[in-house]
């Protein structure tokens, strides 16, 4: 089910910006350019994401959002062959362990400023009673 309009974005993205100068010297240009096309028409989204050099080189995540606590068998409606194959990951993102540790941007301590709401501490029986969860498939 839709529940808004469908908003789509097409974005180039240039990597060469982001590396070492080094790195950027040992390959062409234009391998360094991806090229992002999007279409979000909550709660289903696809990004589509690929290199104009490697023309078969292709990502593509289909993302769909659910009222559940992720117990939703196959919310993507997959087909056997890939759910078969497919490896599911559950990440919390208030209790998973973080390996560069920045407490100001821990969700169990965060406080936003603006509109005073935030630190999980406290809410988390509220939180567990009425989860959303976003479900992710990516494909190569």
């Keep these: 089910m839709v529940h808004g309009i469908l908003n789509s974005l097409t974005e180039i993205l240039c990597m060469y910006s982001k590396l070492p100068s080094w ?5 062409p240009k234009k391998a360094l350019i991806l090229e992002e096309e999007a279409w979000n028409a909550y709660p289903h989204c696809t990004t589509v994401l690929k290199c104009p050099f490697f023309n078969k080189l292709r990502l593509i995540l289909e993302t769909t959002h659910i009222a559940d606590r992720g117990t939703t068998e196959n919310a993507l409606k997959l087909d056997a062959k890939t759910v ?4 599911v990951e559950f990440i919390d993102i208030a209790m998973d362990p973080v390996e560069n540790y920045v407490e100001s941007e821990d969700p169990m301590k965060f406080k936003s400023q603006k509109n005073w709401k935030g630190s999980l501490r406290g809410r ?6 009425t989860s959303y969860v976003c479900i992710q498939v990516c494909d190569c």
């Design 23 to 27: 790195l950027v010297s040992l390959v």
């Design 84 to 87: 078969k194959k497919r490896q």
């Design 124 to 129: 988390l029986a509220v939180i567990m009673r």
